[in-house]
């Protein structure tokens, strides 16, 4: 839509056709609609410009990728859908260059369309497998469909669709003893959850050894482990995996978000060619009609591509501890109770002692021209997830604007 399209009625559209609560989001954000985007910037109807340290964390390669954009423009003019009859060239090739990033043994992909199709379609794998028992962490985030809604810990998304599923156990993020005594109540049938940084949650960044022990406690119980790497995967912590440095290799890897290249939406399981099995031997046991469509996966091929030629893991280390740098460098002038900053890569958390001094710097960057992330699992925590294609300008355009913006709004 060209700036001209926008139409002066906008948000009484929005309120009609998406709802009041959007329609109130829209005007509490200014009132803008956003129409364009290039690296780092977002654009609105009225010539702002936004630099994107937010978008949920799927903009690591930064907003139209050129080669991204390149590959899907040619598959848009070639052959954006498949029939799901013949052999599809571009899911095969983008399902082996994904496998080529993945721990080895990790060869068997699944595309779907978004995160939380990638967590269903890893406990419906667990559960052919007779996995039943499903074991999660508190505020862990896997999405809101209804399955992985039943493993993501919060009540205020979880209450209104009870019952959800059955069997789920959660426990403290980072603690491998009640991780343990949960695998034992439930040895032979057990499926774990969990993230290698908690992003929803208000970036959480475990005990170095808690995904390695997680995974020892698995094979103990024999239980299976399904590691969500949709925020954290393909660079965004500075190593290709969040399990990389972990050193541990999952049963099952989520990928999502930066998988898109910031073009077009796609997410995957990937796993081992035994626990593929039931989805192997029968394609239509799990199917979703636009699944691996062929222009997602020319997005997901282009991506992957991208953060191995464009060295996006060791700018995104790099990158990330320059602006932990700064970011504690800027909140080290706020009272020390009041705030902490954590972080791995380009995800980085601020936790204030209170939700409302989120919103309010929130609200306060979004006035200057920045745009974050709040925390989905965490009202008290604002996330950081930068593109690691920043320039140096870039970054302390957004350093002055923080320091500025924290200035006003904590430290007053
Ligand atoms: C770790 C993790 N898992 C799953 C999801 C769900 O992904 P989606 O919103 O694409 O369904 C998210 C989204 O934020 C996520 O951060």
């Given amino acids: 839509m060209t700036v001209a399209e926008v139409r002066l009625d906008i948000e009484n559209l929005c309120r009609t056709h998406q709802g009041a609560g959007r329609a109130s989001l829209g ?31 799927v903009y690591l390669l930064g907003h139209r990728h050129p080669a991204v954009t390149a590959a899907v423009r040619q598959q848009l003019e070639t052959h954006p859908m498949s029939t799901r009859v013949f052999f599809e060239p571009v899911g095969i090739e983008a399902a082996a260059e994904l496998a080529s990033v993945t721990p080895p043994g990790l ?138 440095t972990a050193g541990m290799v999952p049963d099952l890897l989520l990928v999502g978000k930066v998988l898109s290249g910031g073009v077009v939406p796609v997410s995957a399981v990937v796993t081992t060619a035994d626990i593929y099995k039931p989805f192997a031997k029968d394609p239509y046991l799990h199917s979703s009609t636009f699944a691996a469509s062929p222009i997602a996966c020319s997005a997901a091929l282009a991506a992957v591509r991208v953060v191995r030629d464009e060295d996006i ?34 995800l980085i958390g601020i936790e204030f002692d209170e939700p409302g001094l989120v919103g309010e710097l929130y609200l306060n960057l979004v ?22 294609i920043l320039s140096p300008a870039e970054l302390e355009f957004f350093n002055t604007v923080f320091a500025e913006a924290v200035a006003e709004t904590v430290s007053k």
Avoid at 35 to 57: E, I, K, P, Y
Avoid at 377 to 385: A, D, E, K, Q
Wanted: some cysteine; glycine content about 12%; overall charge negative.
């Fill in 367 to 388: 006035d200057r021209g920045v745009l974050v992330n709040h925390s989905l699992n965490s009202p008290t925590v604002l996330r950081l997830t930068p593109p690691a």
């Fill in 27 to 57: 005007r509490l954000l200014g009132g803008m609609a956003e129409v364009d985007s290039s690296g780092a910037w977002v654009l609105t109807h009225d010539g702002r410009r936004f630099l994107n340290f937010g978008g949920h964390g």
């Fill in 313 to 346: 893991v060791s700018r995104a280390a790099t990158l990330g501890e320059e602006l932990l740098d700064a970011v504690r460098g800027v909140t080290s002038h706020v009272e020390t109770e009041r705030v902490e900053v954590r972080g791995r890569g380009l």
């Fill in 107 to 244: 060869d068997l992909v699944h595309f779907v369309n978004s995160g939380t199709e990638a967590t269903e379609a890893a406990l419906k794998l667990a559960r052919a497998h007779g996995k039943t028992e499903l074991v999660t962490t508190n505020r862990g985030f896997h999405g809101k469909t209804l399955g992985a809604l039943s493993v993501t810990a919060r009540r205020l998304y979880q209450d209104p669709f009870e019952p959800l599923l059955p069997g789920v156990t959660v426990v403290p993020y980072g603690d491998p003893v009640a991780l343990e005594a949960a695998l034992a109540a439930v040895a032979g049938r057990g499926c774990v959850i969990v993230e290698p940084v908690q992003g929803e949650g208000g970036v959480i960044v475990p005990p170095p050894d808690y995904l390695a022990t997680a995974a020892r406690l698995c094979r103990r119980y024999d239980s299976l482990l399904i590691v969500d790497e949709i925020q954290t995967g393909l660079g965004r912590l500075g190593s290709w995996w969040g399990v990389d």
